[in-house]
């Protein structure tokens, strides 16, 4: 990789050297990343990354909907949709996919990257693996223009929305958000807090992490395995290794109750943004302690102590983040895929395999 990839990635932490090389050494067993670098002479003016997925090596694709229509969707997916390259970064929510230098010009670069995944996909097919679907993925309205107009015969679609949570400005504690929630939410807040009595969060070091891998790593994959999809599993060593390599910008925290580690969750610093990453808990403990809730608004209480203007909250759980504040963000991605019969009614397969989700926006604020 070259030495000046990281001048490229100055606003965006998820395609700097370090991160990449957590994602090298511990991603998902079912992923391989490639990083890939835009030249012009010998001076470096653009990077981007990309995630094969093979889902054949996945026991489940999320257990939570047990019926005919689960089982259906996972018959399509594993012939039709298994082998799947992701232009971006599928474990996170965010234009994560690619960062250009300002004096270049983006629409030759888009062209470049177009001619770049044709290349990588030969190649991968030449390994034996054929690419079935390509996503170009996730971007605002805006930012996904210029890809629409290069990428022409792809499908345009949104998921679910990313969840921001701005931090008002003259916030300075945690008291001053309760003070701006209405009653109802105040008194939600209140009774989530008094449900938490008895667990103990603690700050965790790299040796702490370690220590407890396997218990986090249970605690993380009962979370992973009950959403309603998933197309990979983290690396058992994911989050000591993110730990190792990413210091003070990865935090872990671990909830304790009775000096039992019960759950789990994690920030990452990006700039002044905070984004959240993965979390895990025990099923039980969390309905009864309203853990996930507390969790919420845990990471809200850190991220105005320390002055960061906005919280990343990314996809799923989309109403209890509503609730607490976070307003949704409409993301796009564009999708192709290999074979032209499928790919003409790409639209009618695409609304078949995601999962709809049906929710309901709160505003939470006086």
């Known amino acids: ?75 399509a997916f594993k012939n039709f949709a298994s082998h799947v390259l992701f232009v971006g970064n599928n474990m996170l929510t965010g234009q994560n996919a690619f960062a250009f230098d300002k004096e270049a010009i983006s629409s030759k670069l888009i062209k470049t990257l177009h001619k770049a995944i044709n290349q990588l996909k030969k190649d991968l097919k030449a390994s034996g693996k054929k690419v079935h679907i390509t996503s170009i993925k996730d971007f605002t309205a805006k930012e996904i223009e210029p890809l629409q107009a290069e990428f022409k015969n792809n499908y345009t679609f949104s998921t679910q929305p990313n969840m921001i949570f701005e931090i008002n400005k003259n916030w300075k504690s945690e008291q001053d958000y309760i003070d701006a929630l209405s009653k109802k939410y105040r008194d939600q807040y209140k009774r989530a807090r008094k449900k938490a009595d008895g667990i103990v969060k603690q700050k965790m070091s790299l040796a702490d992490i370690k220590q407890y891998e396997d218990i986090i790593y249970d605690l993380y994959f009962h979370v992973a395995k009950n959403a309603p999809f998933n197309t990979f599993f983290l690396a058992r060593n994911h989050f000591s290794f993110f730990k190792e390599i990413m210091k003070d910008i990865f935090l872990f925290y671990g909830y304790f109750l009775e000096d039992k580690l019960i759950g789990f969750n994690t920030l990452i610093k990006n700039g002044n943004v905070m984004d959240t990453y993965f979390l895990g808990y025990d099923e039980t403990i969390q309905r009864e302690k309203m853990l996930y809730l507390n969790m919420l608004y845990d990471m809200i209480a850190y991220s105005i102590n320390q002055g960061f203007s906005e919280i990343v909250f990314a996809r799923t759980a989309l109403e209890i983040k509503s609730s607490v504040g976070a307003k949704p963000l409409k993301m796009y991605g564009l999708i192709t895929h290999s074979n032209t019969l499928i790919n003409h009614n790409i639209a009618k397969l695409f609304n078949y395999l995601e999962p709809k989700t049906d929710w309901q926006e709160r505003n939470p604020f006086k």
């Open 1 to 75: 990789m070259p030495l000046e990839w990281n001048s490229l990635a100055v606003n965006n932490i998820f395609l700097t050297r370090e991160y990449l090389e957590v994602l090298e050494n511990s991603c998902p067993v079912n992923m391989i990343c490639h990083f890939i670098g835009f030249f012009n002479g010998d001076k470096l003016i653009g990077i981007a990354l990309t995630q094969f997925l093979f889902t054949e090596k996945l026991e489940s694709f999320g257990e939570r909907d047990q019926c005919l229509k689960t089982s259906l969707r996972n018959f």
